[in-house]
């Protein structure tokens, strides 16, 4: 009997996380999705890959700003599952206030899950990988971890600019055995974005070369292709998906 590959996609119920679960349901991966808060869409999720793929999801809540809720939620995926082939960084939170008006505590919220949570799980399931000789960890960062100019994200940006670089460093860590890398999305239709105003979403779609903001899925399927044998030559590396904004 041939074992279905396991892929772990943390804030994968919403938005881009949703699709990079669709994408390796997809492809007959058995899917570790973790949540913080919907209980409903979380199984709602469940039922519908499960049913669509035939596939086993895992859904989990879990609070990765507390390390002690990571390191119980591993322990728990591990009953489960002996091996986990692809790790996905994906869960991230964005609290959008004046510079001036933004507090210590607006940081640690935001570096704990953007930055702080990727390490622990890099760290935890990187060793496993690293002992296996096989896996591959993808983390979503964004193009302000690369360039950005805008003050009232100053924290987000700083903590999607820590996961660049914790993309390199784990590379290192881990090769030769585990691929690291990274993708920087740019204008993404999700959630987060909905309630930008039609005048921004305008300005910023002529800024794209492509002249839209792109979607959840074309995310997803650049995640998949990174996890792939066709990307084994692909190792610490930030690849830019945001249609060409300038």
């Known amino acids: 009997m041939i074992m279905k590959k396991v892929a772990f996609i943390t804030g994968g119920a919403r938005g881009i996380?949703?699709?990079i679960s669709e994408r390796f349901a997809k492809e007959g991966y058995n899917l570790i999705i973790n949540y913080k808060e919907n209980d409903i869409r979380a199984k709602e999720i469940k039922k519908q890959l499960e049913e669509k793929f035939e596939i086993e999801v895992m859904i989990i809540k879990t609070d990765l700003s507390k390390e002690e809720s990571i390191n119980n939620m591993i322990d728990e995926i591990y009953k489960k599952y002996s091996k986990i082939d692809v790790l996905v960084n994906n869960a991230g939170v964005v609290i959008d206030k004046e510079f001036t008006e933004r507090s210590v505590d607006d940081w640690k919220e935001t570096l704990s899950v953007n930055l702080i949570a990727p390490f622990v799980l890099t760290k935890l399931i990187g060793k496993k990988m690293y002992k296996e000789?096989?896996?591959v960890i993808i983390n979503i960062s964004s193009t302000n971890g690369l360039n950005t100019y805008y003050p009232l994200s100053v924290d987000y940006d700083a903590s999607k600019s820590?996961?660049?670089s914790l993309t390199y460093d784990?590379?290192?860590e881990f090769a030769p055995y585990v691929r690291v890398n990274c993708i920087a999305p740019g204008w993404?239709?999700?959630e987060m974005n909905k309630?930008?105003?039609e005048n921004f979403k305008k300005e910023e779609?002529?800024?794209i070369l492509v002249k839209r903001f792109g979607e959840p899925g074309e995310i997803a399927n650049v995640v998949y292709f990174l996890a792939s044998k066709e990307a084994s030559f692909?190792?610490?590396?930030?690849?830019?998906?945001?249609g060409g904004w300038y």
Not at 234 to 242: A, F, G, L, M, Q
């Open 195 to 197: 309630d930008l105003e």
């Open 188 to 190: 993404v239709n999700t």
């Open 17 to 19: 996380g949703k699709a």
């Open 170 to 172: 784990s590379a290192v």
């Open 162 to 164: 820590g996961l660049i």
């Open 133 to 135: 000789k096989s896996g």
């Open 234 to 242: 692909i190792n610490s590396e930030v690849i830019k998906v945001d």
């Open 205 to 207: 779609s002529e800024r």
